[in-house]
């Protein structure tokens, strides 16, 4: 395997006097939101977020993109602005075209910029790079995720206590440690309250895929799946259930609109929590490049609302167990395969999946 | 009132419509897709002025024009040749997959130096690509089997295997992610600077890499075979009227399989460019469908292969500025691609009034007839 691990967390606290540097040279003067209130010793902030599919995907991005509005009203000397759509194949010439612009921080959002951003920041010390869902770290660029297997276990809990044939189908992404580690919380969630439940997978190789999206649901249900969760950044595979007549729950963003009568609730992200903090300490100056790994209790991984038909049972059971891991009472992972197991090892090394969830993770 | 449409192919194009067309029709699908910049409050000249001007004069606009158009051209060829004997390569996608594939595999298990380890790569993607695109052709040839629908259909089978490749055997790099192993740096096209003479003075050469070389190298084989040989005549020949041909003695099989077999290593070229001069690793969905926009290059270039490479690099301007656009004013990403579809519409709408005259006659007699000869028609 190639010289990735090498790269991980070698970050040290350098970082400070670089994002202040760029804050300060570039920006002045052309921005209309400098007189207005907030912190006002540093100067306006120029950010800018890239997404690889267009932030009307109901999913992954349209969370980022809420969230990067909810930060732009939040701060009068902020100023953002979005590419979307961008392929990872192009995104080093979009980095690049930001950076040599007066953008002092770049949000780059799906696991396939972290070669392409890692380059650029190489070639662009003075501009802060932040990295979702990667492993690659250097002094101006961190990596930022949260703890989604947290309100996943929750969900498949919920997932474990409405399926009558003790079958639930996931329609997964890629074969990756981010994507399996999600299959295997909502297991052990569903698990923990009903020993039987199984899991099926079928693997999409998309983020975002509607139409495969939807037979693959299809295909689940036929199989005697009565229970449809997603790792999409769509709500495709959702509706496909709702139609079906099945239960289901989705993720990244609040899906209730396609879940109808038969919607459970979905792990969702909100990322005004990571991205508020990140841009103040840009804005103070404090910027130091970290690994953000967020569980629940910072507000960035979470649960959407209950769909109309919920029992109580139900979300008795998932606010108990909320409250244990807000509380830091409950592992996940423990009594599972992967009790003990490094953050390291948890967030990019997981290839296998835990009892219960049929086949093999593809390798 | 009778309208007769009447075309007429034209023998000769003037002068001024072969080349105002291409300019005019191109301004004319920016003013349409111009509309929707001003409903988004876009000034469309500046939108314009960044997609055009500033990617074709800053330095940087110009280096990842010319990066974006080694595959372009590449693949442009892979499908022009094939168009010159009367076929269509719909699957130059997959032959680039299938070269991206074997000179990767070449890249991260084969231990030699730069000067051995390249040429193997490109040997193994040429042999590769040809052999995916020699299927449709061979069946063609032999069986008269619809080339258009095998390619297409092959690219398919190409993206499964690449699938199954970057997540089984070819998988590297930490945590089960479809990828390659990164490449080393006997692996990687050095950047042009290196090896041109006088390369380090000239400042597009620092991040080109040299696999715009192999392209140009791919352009003049591509001109010299079809102008100066007896093979390129073949190929036009054929291309032209095929009985014909085989009256003349000449092979269909034999040009048939050339054109794919060249076609086809010259995809692969740009698919193992791509990934050896810019990406650094084979990463899934690496390449956004050069193959396909290789086939409007084709038809905007199929007189030569001079003008496929003045095609493909428009394309990658198109791309390029296209996402400069995005980046500058925010707009969606959709926008942009509507305007370079528009451009891509209205230009090869434009070919079909190049290459034919068209005639309007409004037949006034129809108004003088009695009524019933037109409009009481008893034959139905």
């Known amino acids: 395997t190639g010289g990735d691990t090498g790269d991980t967390d070698d970050t040290e606290a350098s970082e400070t006097t670089a994002s202040e540097g760029t804050t300060s040279g570039t920006t002045t003067g052309d921005v209309e939101t400098t007189d207005g209130g907030g912190p006002s010793e540093g100067e306006t902030v120029n950010a800018a977020w890239v997404y690889i599919s267009e932030i009307g995907d109901l999913g992954w991005s349209w969370a980022h993109d809420q969230a990067r509005q909810a930060v732009d009203e939040q701060y009068d000397w902020l100023e953002t602005e979005y590419t979307e759509a961008v392929a990872p194949s192009d995104s080093e010439r979009v980095f690049e075209q930001y950076a040599q612009g007066d953008v002092d921080v770049i949000f780059g959002t799906t696991f396939g910029y972290q070669d392409p951003m890692y380059a650029v920041a190489e070639d662009y010390p003075d501009t802060v790079f932040e990295h979702a869902t990667g492993y690659r770290t250097r002094e101006n660029m961190g990596r930022y995720m949260g703890r989604i297997y947290e309100p996943r276990y929750l969900a498949g809990q919920a997932t474990g206590m409405v399926t009558e044939n003790n079958t639930i189908g996931y329609v997964a992404a890629f074969p990756i440690p981010e994507v399996v580690r999600s299959i295997n919380a909502m297991a052990l969630g569903a698990r923990s309250v009903n020993p039987e439940a199984t899991f099926k997978v079928r693997w999409v190789n998309a983020w975002f895929d509607p139409p495969t999206a939807r037979e693959a649901a299809n295909a689940l249900i036929d199989e005697g799946c009565d229970v449809i969760a997603q790792e999409q950044d769509s709500p495709a595979a959702v509706r496909a259930a709702s139609d079906a007549g099945v239960w289901t729950s989705g993720y990244n963003a609040p899906m209730g609109q396609f879940g109808g009568e038969n919607y459970l609730i979905s792990p969702i992200w909100d990322w005004t929590e990571f991205y508020g903090p990140t841009l103040e300490s840009l804005h103070e100056g404090s910027w130091e490049a970290d690994a953000f790994w967020g569980g629940m209790e910072t507000g960035v991984p979470m649960l959407d609302e209950w769909g109309p038909n919920v029992s109580q049972e139900v979300k008795d059971q998932v606010a108990a167990t909320e409250e244990q891991i807000l509380n830091d009472e409950l592992d996940v992972w423990a009594g599972s395969a992967f009790e003990g197991e490094s953050d390291e090892f948890l967030f990019q090394e997981m290839s296998s999946f835990v009892e219960g969830v049929e086949g093999e993770v593809p390798s | ?380």
């Open chain 2, 1 to 380: 009132m009778n309208v007769e449409l009447q075309l007429d192919p034209r023998r000769t194009v003037p002068a001024w419509l072969a080349y105002g067309t291409p300019v005019l029709t191109v301004l004319a699908a920016l003013a349409v897709g111009g509309v929707a910049l001003v409903a988004l409050n876009v000034d469309p000249v500046d939108a314009y002025g960044v997609m055009f001007v500033e990617t074709l004069t800053s330095q940087f606009g110009l280096t990842e024009v010319l990066v974006r158009a080694v595959p372009l051209i590449l693949a442009g060829l892979a499908v022009y040749l094939p168009l010159k004997a009367g076929l269509f390569n719909i699957g130059a996608e997959g032959q680039l997959l299938l070269g991206a594939l074997a000179g990767t595999w070449v890249a991260v298990n084969v231990s030699l130096p730069a000067v051995a380890l390249l040429p193997l790569m490109f040997l193994a993607a040429c042999v590769a690509g040809a052999f995916w695109a020699g299927i449709p052709a061979w069946l063609r040839a032999k069986w008269d089997v619809n080339e258009i629908i095998t390619s297409l259909l092959l690219t398919f089978v190409a993206q499964e295997l690449q699938s199954y490749l970057l997540r089984g055997p070819m998988q590297g790099g930490t945590g089960n992610f479809p990828q390659s192993a990164r490449f080393s740096d006997a692996a990687t096209l050095p950047p042009l600077a290196g090896l041109v003479p006088g390369g380090e003075s000239i400042p597009l050469f620092a991040d080109v890499h040299a696999g715009l070389l192999v392209a140009v190298a791919a352009v003049v084989a591509t001109y010299v075979v079809m102008t100066k040989t007896r093979l390129g005549f073949e190929v036009t020949f054929v291309g032209s009227n095929d009985e014909a041909a085989r009256q003349a003695g000449m092979s269909r099989h034999t040009v048939y399989l050339f054109v794919f077999l060249l076609g086809g290593a010259f995809a692969a070229l740009g698919g193992i460019a791509e990934i050896a001069g810019s990406q650094g690793r084979f990463r899934a969905a690496f390449a956004p469908g050069y193959g396909f926009t290789a086939i409007p290059i084709a038809l905007l270039g199929r007189n030569s292969a001079v003008k496929v490479t003045l095609a493909g690099l428009f394309f990658a301007v198109l791309f390029v500025g296209g996402s400069s656009v995005e980046v500058a004013f925010g707009v969606p990403a959709a926008l942009v691609e509507i305007i370079q579809a528009l451009v891509i519409l209205f230009l090869i709408t434009s070919e079909f009034f190049k290459r034919y005259r068209v005639g309007i006659a409004f037949d006034r007699r129809g108004n003088d007839a009695p009524a019933d000869a037109t409009g009481g028609d008893a034959r139905w």
